[in-house]
Each structure stands twice: as C-alpha cells, then as structure tokens.
C-alpha cells in the first residue's frame, strides 16, 4: 500500500460583505475582514501496488460555522460523479468558526445564508480539488499529541439553573493532536491538527478565521515551502475558549483572538519537535451510516401556527421555520457518520453535528486513540448532548433546538445508541 496525497489552498473571503453565523444578536452584513478566511484539502489516493486498486478520498478543512446538510448532499453527488468517491470517502469538516459566513438557508436566527456566496463557495471548492488532483505525490504520514489549555467547559448549575458560565471541574480534552504529511523529498506537504474548543472568542461583526485559523497560519508561514495545514475541530459542543471573569465569560476582541491562535500554535510547536511516529499505510477502508435520533415530542401544524404568534421571537421564528418548511416537522434527525481509515493507526470519524466533549473523549478512548472525532462535518443537525444533561436542561440540550429547527430536544435513548454505534465503528 502506498498513500498519494494532493493539496489545495482556496482564500473564500466573502466579497460583497455578507451576514456573518453564529450570533443572534449580530445585524447586517459584515462590517471588514479581521483575517481572510479559507477552505483547505487535502486529496488522497490509497493505492495497492500489488492489485493495481486505487480510492480516492477528500479530506476538507473550511473556516465556517459549518457545511449545511444541503451543500454536502450536493458535493457528494458532484464528488461521486467527478472522482468516484463515496460518501464515505468525503470528510467536509467546519472549523465551526462563529465568524465566517452562513451555510445553510435553515437556519436563519444564526445569520441569513447568501445563494451566491455559496454558488462562488461550491465552485471554488471544485476547482480547489482538481489542482489537488493535480499535484498528487508519494508520502509518509507522521503523528504525535501534546497539550493546549485554551479551552474550558461551559454548563454549570447555579442555583439550580443550568448555565453557561466557566466551570473548572467541568469536563474538556485538552490534547492536541497533529498529523504530518511528508514528501519524498523530506518536506512537510501537509498537517492536520486536530483540537477541541469552540472558536468562539469574539462576537465582533468581522470576518475571521479565529483563534484555530491564526494557528494555521503561523504554521504555514513557519514551515514555508507552501504546504498547507488543516484544522479539525473535535466535539467541543459544551467546551468555549476560557475567557471570563467573576465567573462570567466575555466576548474577546480580535486582541484575544491573536492570542489564543499564538498558543495554540505553541502546542503545536512542541509536538512537532518532539517525538513524531510514523505511521504505515492501511486498506482504505470506510463506512458510512445514519442514526436516527427521535425528538420527545412533535408539533401539530395547528400548535406551530399559535406558536407563530408568540410573544417571545425567538418563539415566533422557530414556528415559522417550521411551517415554512414541514419537512422539519418529522420524528427524527439523522445522526450522519462517517469512519475513515486513513493510516495503520489513524482513523477519522465525521458527525454532523455539534456533539459534546463526553462523545469525543469516549471515540478516544474505545479506539484506543486510533480515532480522532471529528464532529461539524458532512452537515449539521444541532447540538448532541448526554442523558444527564437532557434532565438538566440548558442551551446544548434544549435551548439551541429552536435554532437549529428541531422538533423538540432528542429522547434519552439517543445517547446508549449513539455511544453503541460509535463503539461499533471504532473497535471494528
């Protein structure tokens, strides 16, 4: 087996300004560009010399809030006509960045989507992959894991109440790990760091590529010769970076941003120049299955429309959503996952949504660390969140429905199958 890898770098700056995601109270379109924002791929061949076989496979990093549910059924379809791919070969992974533009036209109490943006978007990202295509080569794949202590959970009961408020004893996953790709020239072609916290530093009405974008690229621009990094985000659902005070978080400025980018990349400095095992190439193999995850209750046609009328907005825009769309008015999401061999060794596993930090930690540690969580890939239903934190409540489990267009959060039986799904790919 040998692995052949391509690269591409896209810059996918909005330009006319556009509404920005992942704030509600934001209004208008962005007023300037803090740091360009971009997607990066990575285009894999996994080939057996002995058989003559080849798969392709697309490896995705965006600065975005996420990839819609809509926009990754269609490049799904344009992947597996182009290049043959499954879905189980496509990994479209969002930095979950709060400061890009919207994906999806569901959810707009997160920011209105532009059609033409994401007409530019898909077209961008299409020719990115042929000149990855393009410049296929032999490479070695390394790994290695450290440390970085930006993030901290964020649900805490206070009084009684589920809040979002720091909480120390909360918990996160602190390890990052990176991946480099290597030429037979000895240069790093590419990496990926894969690391857990919400980029959510700041709330300003302004592009950015946040805290994890900056990361990568002081990475970049270190190394130079023009290989590219890509960040994963893991499932940091309930994890924010650890910016507060009197035990109130705090909206950053782009100050804040510089300085958690430039400590992320301090971790992944020292991985890089400490011990980086290689590993050897594996059968590409992969799966790709969907998991139904009931809602605890479905409206009426009748009971959204008095709900239209709420006094509350967030209320009022929900139930229109809603009606506006009756294909949300359904008994279940489906969980999307996709598992990925990529290395003896190195496995990916892509959720379309926002799981919480118990649901990446738990693919760690059935996997033995052979597989990283990937979670804000190939779509998004909302948040995922555990049994204990349904009986809570809370924003993950309950609060956030209404923006994501959920019926009504998940039953409980949601987490003992996900956790037995997730446990059958891993250990597979």
Not at 234 to 256: E, K
Not at 358 to 369: C, Q
Request: proline share 6%.
């Amino acid at each position: 087996m040998s692995v052949w890898l391509g690269t591409c770098k896209i810059d996918i700056t909005p330009s006319p300004p556009v509404m920005l995601a992942g704030y509600s109270s934001r209004n208008g379109v962005f007023e300037g560009v803090h740091h360009p924002i971009y997607t990066k791929a990575l285009f894999l061949r996994q080939q057996d010399e002995e058989t003559g076989t080849a798969r392709n496979r697309l490896l995705v990093a965006g600065d975005l809030i996420w990839w819609s549910t809509e926009l990754t059924e269609k490049l799904r379809r344009e992947l597996a006509t182009r290049w043959g791919m499954r879905a189980e070969d496509i990994l479209l992974n969002a930095t979950h960045s709060h400061s890009g533009p919207q994906t999806s036209s569901l959810m707009p109490s997160l920011g209105a989507a532009d059609d033409s943006y994401l007409q530019e978007l898909e077209r961008k990202l299409l020719a990115g992959i042929e000149l990855a295509e393009a410049n296929l080569e032999p490479v070695t794949i390394q790994r290695g894991a450290g440390v970085c202590d930006i993030g901290i959970h964020r649900r805490k009961l206070v009084v009684g109440k589920m809040v979002t408020a720091p909480n120390k004893q909360g918990v996160t996953d602190p390890e990052v790990t990176v991946i480099r790709f290597v030429n037979g020239t000895g240069q790093a072609k590419a990496w990926i760091v894969h690391y857990t916290c919400h980029p959510t530093t700041t709330n300003a009405n302004f592009v950015s590529s946040e805290y994890c974008g900056l990361a990568m690229e002081q990475l970049e621009r270190e190394a130079g010769g023009g290989a590219v990094s890509l960040f994963f985000q893991g499932c940091c659902g309930d994890v924010r970076p650890a910016l507060y005070r009197d035990d109130h978080f705090y909206s950053g400025t782009d100050t804040d941003v510089r300085q958690l980018g430039a400590r992320l990349y301090e971790s992944i400095r020292n991985v890089l120049n400490g011990h980086m095992h290689e590993l050897q190439p594996c059968p590409p193999k992969g799966k790709h299955v969907k998991l139904p995850l009931a809602f605890s209750s479905v409206p009426t046609l009748p009971e959204l429309a008095a709900y239209s009328l709420s006094a509350e907005p967030h209320v009022r825009s929900w139930a229109k959503l809603l009606l506006d769309h009756p294909e949300l008015v359904r008994p279940a999401a489906e969980l999307d996952l996709v598992h990925m061999d990529i290395a003896d060794g190195l496995s990916l596993l892509a959720m379309n949504a926002e799981m919480v930090v118990e649901y990446g930690l738990f693919i760690k540690e059935r996997s033995d660390k052979r597989t990283l969580p990937v979670a804000y890939s190939n779509g998004m239903i909302g948040y995922v969140s555990t049994v204990p934190q349904l009986r809570e409540g809370g924003y993950e489990p309950v609060g956030s429905c209404s923006y994501f267009g959920l019926c009504s959060p998940f039953t409980e039986a949601a987490e003992p199958a996900i956790r037995q799904k997730l446990a059958e790919l891993v250990e597979r």
